[in-house]
């Protein structure tokens, strides 16, 4: 949802004035419907994903669970659903947001932290650290946080050329992306059969396991976030502009797109250190929160909730399509997005746009 702030007889097309008090905002009409409808189907997918395995919980039963009411579903629901569920939406919107922000600074569509190299990076220090002996989860979320950010400084460093050029960006980004790949795989080759084991579940993405102990960390650090969240739907508009009209505004371009980046960066650090590295959703969730809402930036709130619903719904598939056999999510969100990746290569080639 896009909102900008209005100044008198000014009203472009396709917004709404919003009065708040003294001031006044325009809002994306699109936008704001969007962000309505994925609320709902959310909303949906969440309750089917709480009443839906092994045993099958009734809606009332599984509302009572979730509000602390007295319930038979209690266990099944308040213990082991909820928790889970939780953490995949976090780090769905987490992830939806990362995307969108990564792909505004490349100006590509297929820019996102699992492109670039920013989750491999992220990968690759946590399986190292799992094979030297750290499996505590409690630390594990701030070594992936680290891989992260020092993957992406080296793809900065690397692409920068007296400014930071999109193709440069994202083919730099995906070579780091193949040889951070490699390293985490030489790692799980140092490791006994179990850490190897344990690395190869986490380096799929998985909610497997997940409950509040990771929920509670990840829902804290996001909280702190959302200010710069909305700094950066501000800043959105001018870094999609063209440098030298940016320029001309008085817009500090270099430095407004490294702290887009930075925070895109740790968002998908933080998503990455809670259930591994879910692939393509911050990918696919800014482009298709785009092309529905048919604005000129990437809407951040959109892209978030898009995350959110294609997690969890990809878990909820995962527990259900090859039952008693459980499916990481990452499994069903990369079967998605692989294609999805193919065919923006093959519009771009044609042509077509993005």
Known sequence: MSALTS???????GY??????????LVHRRATATAL???VLLAAACLAYLCVGKSFVAPGEALKAVFGLPSDAELVVGTLRLPRMTVGLL??????????LIQTVARNPLASPDVIGVSQGASALTVG???YGVTSYAVLPYVSVLGGLLAAVLVYAFAWRGGLHATRFVLIGIGFAVALRSVSHLFMTKGDYLVAQQAQVWMTGSLNGRGWAEAAPLAWTLLALVPFVGWAARAQRTVSMDDDTATALGVRLNRTRLGLAFLGVLLASVATGAAGPVDFVALLAPQLARRVTRTAQIPLLCSALTGALVVVLADLLGRKLFEPTELPVGVLTAAVGAPYLIWLIIRGRTGGRA
């Open 7 to 13: 100044r008198p007889g000014v009203r472009p097309a």
């Open 16 to 25: 709404a004035l919003v009065r708040a008090g003294r001031g006044s905002f």
């Open 37 to 39: 409808v994925l609320t």
């Open 91 to 100: 780090v769905g919107a987490a992830f939806g947001v990362a995307g969108a």
């Open 129 to 131: 650290a799992l094979t």
